[in-house]
């Protein structure tokens, strides 16, 4: 009998996460099906009791979701828990396991596939949504420096909170920037879906810096402006899809899919 898993998000129209989760069924032998699913703003909790009554074995959670996710895991595993974020729901009988495998990915992506060494880099996010607040403990971890970026200080100012004291991960207004210069700079807003920019100063990128964008699967506004500001390597999300999707896939089917042919063959699409 064929296992059902879903992605949910809104919007989520654009996303590759079913072509992806199909490919690594064919590559793994795995039996399942996989569709995106645009759940009502106020609608997430009820798509979630909806798949678990019809049978779902998990799901992934995109934007806007990620916190109200974690919300309704009954149990959650430590990266979910460092990020207070959820992408990735297990549904084993009455419970609804959580975990976040973002971080991994983003990490996987950028240490593996993209050759990028992240110890001692100044690295700046921009964002302070589920999506920044899921890499934040990984990126730390990885013995890097952190400036977090958002248009609403105090969003910023509660992801830093948890590491105050570590002396390398601080909260700022995109005015404070100015003036300022980082190895890596890692767009987490959702502002290239309505093909928006945060509104960045000049200078941002060091000789040699990397700007990498978590939206995928066309040239972003925060892409673009890297270009023209000299950015020496310039990267979208797919990768940090495909590798986060990879762990969760291992989480739901105990397999783990080989990335590198996945990777490029979407990028050949």
């Not at 490919?23 to 106020?42: K, N, R, V």
């Not at 828990?81 to 991994?104: C, K, M, Q, S, Y």
Request: aromatic share 8%; charged share 20%.
């Amino acid at each position: 009998m064929t296992d059902q898993y879903a992605v949910i998000g809104n919007p989520v129209t654009h996303s590759k996460s079913p072509l992806i989760h199909r490919m690594f069924a064919q590559q793994t032998g795995q039996d399942i099906s996989y569709e995106a699913i645009e759940a009502p703003l106020d609608g997430f909790a009820a798509t979630v009791a909806r798949l678990r009554a019809e049978g779902y074995k998990g799901c992934n959670v995109t934007v806007p979701f990620k916190f109200e996710a974690y919300q309704l895991a009954t149990q959650r595993s430590g990266r979910a828990n460092d990020a207070n974020a959820v992408n990735t729901l297990i549904f084993e009988g009455d419970e609804i396991l959580g975990d976040n495998t973002d971080g991994a990915g983003l990490l996987a992506d950028i240490e593996k596939n993209l050759q990028y060494k992240l110890f001692l880099k100044d690295v700046l996010i921009l964002g302070a949504g589920g999506a920044a607040a899921g890499v934040l403990w990984p990126l730390f971890n990885a013995g890097v420096g952190i400036i977090i970026a958002n248009r609403t200080l105090q969003k910023a100012e509660q992801l830093a909170e948890p590491f105050e004291g570590a002396g390398t991960v601080f909260a700022k207004s995109y005015d404070d920037l100015t003036g300022r210069s980082f190895d890596l700079v890692i767009n987490a807003t959702s502002s290239g879906l309505s093909g928006q920019l945060p509104p960045l100063p000049d200078g941002l990128f060091k000789p040699g810096a990397l700007a990498y964008d978590m939206m995928y699967g066309k040239e972003t506004p925060f892409m673009a402006f890297a270009r023209q500001q000299g950015a020496a390597i310039i990267a979208d999300g797919l990768g940090m899809l495909v590798e986060q999707a990879a762990i969760s896939f291992s989480l739901w089917r105990k397999v783990r899919p080989d990335t590198a042919p996945i990777l490029t063959a979407l990028r050949k699409q």
